[in-house]
């Protein structure tokens, strides 16, 4: 193992910030898998399961098991790390800028273009120009802040990787997983390790989020790219959400590193037997077929259902009390489906999100996540 820190551009005289980086394995095998955790800091579950993955990556090094080049980066947010406001702990949004962690990258499809004419009739060597193009037009970025900064530090690390894992958590959620259509074959083993109890699928949800500024590059490459110039996936991305905030133990933890490690000997990245691939807990659906759910009054947050449980169409899921009338006021579910997501907050203001229902048909258009 190696280590390595990138210092961020120091956003105050005096202030200097830097994102380490764990380098494991091999770089000549034709593998590279790139994990972090916490894109959006207050994310302890995925941190504390990559303290336990750290670990185990070691062991396996020094036995000479890894395969694969693997980077992991723990903290991917010192900067949202240190975002402490009355006692409240803000880790999604910038203070500074009211910025999405995980939004806003470079946007690597613009390279698309270029592309077009470096391209030629060898898949593996289209691959490699694909990946030069981006190195150069990373290579080149200028950033103003912080927050690029740390974005493109991550980008750096991540822009060759064959495998891109992000590791976050919800408020209160199951375990649950994003990726592409495209990637789900691949990704569909790693859902079964974890036991996730949601996979949702979109190519595109907007917004310009890290996994999705991997995995639509290669995507449009495929789309736009004539019979002529062969485009391969040159990268498969998946964000895991690892439960809520406060699902912090060692067990749980280390089941989800072992579900890592697992998935890391099914791809071949580490030697050695893969545990036979449990059954998928519920089928992909479509991220545009969640149903999300808003508070169409203020009161009291009452739940009515239990995070994971099977939701059936008329299903009461919320009721919000109103403590001067006593009027109640239940939100039933539309949709068929897992209740993998809720708020954590038990008072609620007019329009406020209460949680998310998996749904097989699409029902949403346009950007599909939240803020
Ligand atoms: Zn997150």
């Not at 976050?168 to 959620?173: F, I, R, Y």
């Not at 790693?190 to 996994?211: K, N, P, Q, V």
């Amino acid at each position: 193992m190696n280590t390595q820190s990138i210092p961020l551009l120091s956003p105050a005289i005096g202030t200097h910030r830097e994102l380490v980086s764990f380098h494991f394995g091999p770089a000549d095998r034709g593998q590279k898998i790139y994990i972090q955790a916490s894109l959006h800091a207050d994310e302890t579950p995925a941190m504390l399961t990559t303290v336990l993955l750290k670990r185990r990556l070691r062991e396996l090094e020094q036995a000479g098991a890894l395969n694969a080049e693997i980077v992991l980066v723990p903290v991917s947010n010192p900067v949202g790390l240190a975002q402490n406001v009355l006692g409240q702990f803000i880790g999604r949004f910038e203070l500074g800028s009211g910025k999405n962690f995980n939004r806003h990258f470079v946007q690597l499809t613009k390279l698309v273009a270029n592309a077009k004419d470096a391209l030629g009739a060898d898949a593996n060597e289209n691959c490699r120009i694909v990946r030069e193009l981006v190195a150069a037009e990373l290579a080149q970025q200028q950033p103003l802040t912080e927050f690029e900064s740390l974005q493109l530090a991550l980008l750096k690390l991540s822009c060759d990787a064959d495998v891109v894992i992000d590791l976050h958590c919800s408020l209160e959620a199951a375990m649950h997983v994003y990726t592409s259509e495209a990637a789900w074959a691949e990704v569909e083993p790693l859902s079964r390790y974890l036991g996730a109890e949601a996979s949702l699928l979109a190519t595109d949800s907007g917004g310009g989020a890290f996994d999705e500024t991997h995995s639509l590059l290669w995507w449009t490459l495929q789309q736009q790219m004539p019979a002529s110039k062969p485009v391969p996936t040159g990268s498969i991305a998946v964000t895991v959400e690892c439960r809520g905030q406060r699902d912090v133990s060692y067990e749980v933890a280390q089941q989800d590193a072992d579900a890592l490690v697992d998935y890391l000997r099914w791809r071949g990245a580490i030697r050695g037997e893969a545990r036979p691939l449990p059954p998928l807990l519920a089928p992909a659906t479509p991220l545009a077929g969640s149903e999300q759910f808003y508070a169409p009054v203020s009161g009291i947050l009452v739940h009515r259902a239990k995070i994971g449980d099977a939701i059936r169409v008329g299903q009461p899921l919320f009721d919000i009390v109103d403590p001067l009338t006593d009027a109640t006021t239940t939100i039933a579910s539309q949709t068929e489906g897992v209740l993998y997501m809720r708020r954590a907050i038990r008072f609620v203001t007019t329009g406020a999100p209460l949680g998310r229902v998996t749904g097989t048909r699409p029902i949403r258009t346009g950007v599909l996540l939240g803020a």
